[in-house]
């Protein structure tokens, strides 16, 4: 199971990255741009699994199902998995799926010393806001204190100065990786070991100890928001009207 569509990369950033987005460049180590970590690395691999197994006289024992959605990256799209779900559920049955194997979490040999496989147990709530403020128009010549867009900023920095709080619970699937990795890891960091035998006091410590260590495991450990899309005005010389913001938010498992 995979998709092959990607996030939008605007014509007018192409000069900002390294190599053009939609070019696959490949430097001899590396596949650059768009989709080639999310997630059209995981769509090749397994059609070169796949082949491979075929070429090599392999025969499954069960049905084998390869999923591709087009649209996952669209907000609310429904014309890729969400027709291919209901179809599989109708042709083999609620529940008759074995296993999915999808993009949601990795194989990481070099997790603390040992090699994991890493199931997802779990996935964050998806929450999208629109706030819009309606003002009065006119010509720019004359301003308010704040135009729309203006009182929209305040709230977005009002916003982005309360992040959602840190936490390691036993509802978090990050607090099982964890333990997992405190057993099985030969190189898992023995002041880590500690916090986890403490409870929720050491959870909690640990968690904010790993938050503050890089964006990835900060994501893993809080309800998190973007502010990703800005609308207002309309020309330079006129008030904006009606100014708009969109906001994600991916819940996290204690909220």
Not at 182 to 197: D, R, S, T, V
Not at 198 to 225: F, I, R, S, V
Request: charged residues 25%; contains cysteine; proline residues 7%.
């Amino acid at each position: 199971m995979s998709h092959y569509d990607v996030t939008p990369a605007p014509e007018n950033t192409w000069d900002r990255w390294t190599y053009p987005p939609f070019s696959g460049h490949n430097d001899g180590t590396y596949i650059w741009g768009r989709g080639a970590a999310d997630d059209k690395s995981l769509f090749v691999a397994e059609w070169e699994a796949v082949t491979y197994l075929l070429e090599s006289g392999w025969t499954p024992r069960r049905t084998l199902i390869l999923s591709h959605g087009f649209d996952e990256e669209e907000v609310h799209a429904r014309r890729g998995q969400g027709h291919i779900a209901p179809f599989l559920e109708e042709r083999y049955g609620k529940d008759s799926l074995l296993m999915v194997v999808d993009e949601g979490s990795v194989q990481d040999d070099f997790f603390f010393g040992a090699p994991f496989a890493l199931p997802a147990m779990g996935e964050k709530g998806y929450l999208d806001v629109r706030i819009s403020v309606g003002t009065d128009g006119g010509h720019s010549s004359m301003p308010p204190k704040h135009t729309g867009i203006g009182i929209l900023s305040e709230i977005v920095v009002a916003l982005e100065k309360q992040p959602f709080p840190v936490k390691l619970t036993e509802r978090s699937p990050f607090l099982t990786t964890l333990a997992c990795g405190a057993a099985y890891a030969p190189k898992f960091p023995k002041e880590w070991k500690k916090l986890l035998k403490q409870g929720p006091k050491g959870w909690e410590k640990l968690g904010k100890g790993l938050a503050a260590k890089d964006k990835m495991h900060a994501a893993l450990l809080h309800t998190t928001q973007a502010v990703d899309v800005f609308h207002g005005g309309a020309k330079v010389n006129s008030l904006p009207e009606l100014s708009e913001v969109e906001i994600n938010y991916r819940i996290d498992f204690d909220e």
